[in-house]
């Protein structure tokens, strides 16, 4: 028995569904596969998306056509403002999804995509047959495909530790794909291990809220996605709690049974989200550890332990859970654990996301050494979209890392020796000013658009908003705020500033004490459209002086990521080059000069030996 | 070339003429010492210890005898080149040392070009860029203090001092990037009086730097002063005068120096290029046509310019002329000739030209001439120089990087007066730690990330 697609995913977490989605709106027909039809962009963790870097690429996401942003919102128990106060490239929104409701959200959603096969069943190779791949099921059914998106999360030889205790497994006690990476490493693909945990699931009913503090949500005035009428919910409220220092000494006198500690677990894990094994460890002087309380949905009494991710013994888990105050009768429904898994080393992948030297296969998601439901996402679309390019024979899609978070996150994956998990985080971003959470519609959109992510209607509805912000802009640099005018006054009387000379209204707009809706209620000018067009002309004009220094920067960087390097560069002809760069430089194959520099271990000096080469070389 | 290849060179230490050493480094060292070298018994050798002093005879391949040697090996994890290296010592003469050498080339090592042994250490990551440069500038430095300063670069001084100061400003750096990325963990706030104090410590120790940046560099690449002025002036006779040596044809026929003479020499530590150019007049005859052109040319672009005058004709129009064409750059006024009655007196040229500072010499009998080399000294690189304040910026490249690191904390500090948000704090910090790593060779990402996990407990 043999199928024909255009294309294949394998996995539908959060990388599978949106590379689906991507290719198949398109045009292509998508066959999407996964291990179980019940667990369609499942949660394995904390169920909570965005925060700072995770919440602008969420929106970018969103902007290109994407679905994370779409399907948190409609599933979110709560949502919250973060660093408000702390400067408007680092805004971000967070939400608590509930998980339940967000991977029905999604099955619904994908159910609806005409070109998209979904099949449950598992793939266990996958081969090079003339000018198409085939993918053989466990089965013994074979799909013919001429490009494969791979997004198999944590599910390559994956492996979980509870205590000494350890077992072949997916995470959260689903089935592990082993003959699929048998298959690719025996084709020549490279994996490493890495490692990622989580915590405990306990029963709402056995908590003692009265010792906690409450989190509520806030009210916000629109959610992630630009596309979706925004409908908040009555906020669910998260619960805090600490740890002290019995709970440390019960974890301390058990470092023998804990798997990271004892030579268990080989596989590297993140420092972001460590253990609190991990914490007790290497912050032996922390005498408290802060410890949240989130529901897991609505629909259930499962509540997560954000905090006390743990490998140890379930037992030993029970007894230091119980020092926790609200946490004396906790009854655990599932122990955490830690998950040991196959990712594939970076150094293989192109900017495209495309295995090098392996035409049509690309990969997104947790395989590539990422963490977080937003990287998988993020890498899920680009993945889908260079998947479609590459099925009609264009130029692969490639975001610049002034352009978003996700082309930092790509570059910083292929060009970077990491060690652990990726997470993205706002200090990764050089361009951080411009990449904000808040203008990612006016950073991609078009994009999105030209790709048929975007509908008509929406970007239509997009077209009429950047217009409105053009307008209003050229309002605020076009007049003037006269001292003893009717404006002026109102202004006095809302702010406290007296007027004492004319001034321009872009000028007025730079001063701290001034807002868009301000300057709208004194010159009753407009109306608030509830979209965020105040506070993208706000940021654009209260930090002029950043941006432009970013937008020269930024002109800088092209002028080196604009120089190829080719494929086939041999870099052991270049003198001068140390010994590390080179052989970095060899492994990583980097397509651009830019990306070359950005490569640890490759100094601005060997940067200019290898442009004083290719330059002689190009002369001759 | 190849970065490669084993290479091999005599280096022999100055001031020891009885010893000689020859220095093999590379993946080969090893194995070519095994076939060059022989136990005193005359058997091969197995085993290399690591920093052992050994005694041993150096042979050529073939097996023949050249000399009694001591020999000790490093590995490459302890060598200064980053690879294994191999120290022959051997005796006697150059004669002899060569013999070994072309053993060892024989034995398949490479004649080592100058200076590469220090790029192989640079290369394999030995040493920063900064001590590598510092090393060059050590080979070829021309003066005592030139060599100094490039000492003092090379133990790492500059590196040092920005590297505590990079450390301080993290101190600030960290907290705020942790705090962005992570808000719902608990890191402290931003205490702006105490970063304010860091900052502005910052500045100062940059300023320091910056101080005798322009000094330093003219220690490192010499200044250029010219000597300028109408044919017949003395100009070349001076330039002899200054030297101490016959190096300018120096004629009573106005015209006589066609093309520009130039010579380093030392003023008590300061290189300084001394150059002679042709008498400046117009003129038909091609040859000297160009070489008044030229003349110009290097005027424009000399550190300093010292118009001469000949105090036996008084100044002349073609004299103010000069003068008045290249006022801007305010050039020294040296009167020559002050052996010979005078039509013009210090004092009336101090009066004509009082922007100007005025120097009477003869380069005939030297009168005068000690003052000038002083005044030239002075004029280039000031009056203090000691041992408390080295030279530690001698290069550009550096310069440029620390003003703009200081032009950036400014911002910074301002930022944190005037309440500015932390993203846009971080924004100014951060170009004034990446102005700092191009001198340090840090990279502020990749160290702030590192950092955020080593100071604060972070994750859910
Ligand atoms: C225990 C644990 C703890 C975590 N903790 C955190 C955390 O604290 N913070 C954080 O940000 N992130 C955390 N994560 C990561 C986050 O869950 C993932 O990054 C994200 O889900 C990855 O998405 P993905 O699409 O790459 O893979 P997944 O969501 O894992 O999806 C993989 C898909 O591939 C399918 N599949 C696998 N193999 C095959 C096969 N052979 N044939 C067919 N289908 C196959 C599976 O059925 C599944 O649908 C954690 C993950 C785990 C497992
Ligand atoms: N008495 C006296 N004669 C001097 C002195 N300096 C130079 N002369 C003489 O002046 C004449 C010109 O000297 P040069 O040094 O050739 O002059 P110049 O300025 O180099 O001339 P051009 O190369 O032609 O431009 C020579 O005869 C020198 O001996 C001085 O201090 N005293
Ligand atoms: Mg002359």
Redesign the interface.
Known sequence: MKKIYDVAVIGAGHAGCEAANAVSKMGFDTLLLTLNFNNIAFMPCNPSVGGPGKGNLVREVDALGGLIGRITDLAHLQMRALNTQKGPAVRAFRAQADKHLYQQCMRNYIEKQPLITIKQGKVSSIKRIKDHWCLTLNTGVCYEVSAVIIATGTFLRGKIHIGLFSYSSGPQGQHPAISLAESLEAQGIRFKRFKTGTSARVRKRSLDFSKMIEQPGDWLPHGFSYWLPWEPREPVSCWLTYTNQKTHEIIRNNLDVAPMYCGEITGTGTRYCPAIEGKVVNFPHKDKHQVFIEPEGLNTDEMYIAGLSSSLPEEIQDQFMRTVPGLENVEIVRPGYAIEYDVISPDQLLTSLQIRDWPGIFCAGQINGTSGYEEAAAQGIIAGINAGLYLRGEEPFVLKRNEAYIGVLIDDLITKENNEPYRVMTSRAEFRLSLRQENADLRLTDYGYKFKLISEADYQFFRTKRERIQEKLRFLEGNNLSPGSEEAEIIQAKTGLKIQQTTNLKQLLKRPEINCAIIREAFKNGKDELTNEDEVIENLIKYEGYLEREAKMAARLQKTEGKKIPVDFDYSQVPNLSFEAREKLMRYRPETFGQAGRISGVSPADLSALLIWMTRSRKK | ???TDTITAISTPQGEGGIGIIRISGEEAINIGSQILRHPSGKKIITWPERQVRLGLAVFPDGSVIDEVIYFLFKNNRSYTGEDVLEIQGHGGLQNLRKILNSTLKAGARLAEPGEFT?RA????RID?AQAEAVIDLIRSRTDLAHKAALTQLRGDLSTVIKEQEKKLMEILVPI?A????????IPDLKREEALKIVEGAIFKINELLANADQGMILRDSATVVLAGRPNVGKSSLLNSLLGEERAIVTPIPGTTRDFVSEVIDLNGVPVRLIDTAGIREIEDLIEKAGVERAWEIIKQADLILVVLDSALGITPEDYQMLNQIKERVPIIILNKTDLPSQISFKEIKKEFPQNKVLSVSALTGAGIKELKSFIREELIGTNISEEHPFLVTRLRHKEALEEACKYLRFTAEGITSHL????I??DL?AALEALG?IS?K?V??E??SQ??SQF????
């Open positions: 070339m190849r970065d790029k640079y290369l394999n990551g860029l990037e705090a962005l990325d992570f808000p719902e963990d608990e948000s932390e993203d846009l971080a924004v951060r191009r060779g990279s990402s990749e702030v990330i955020i996990f407990c972070i994750g859910k």
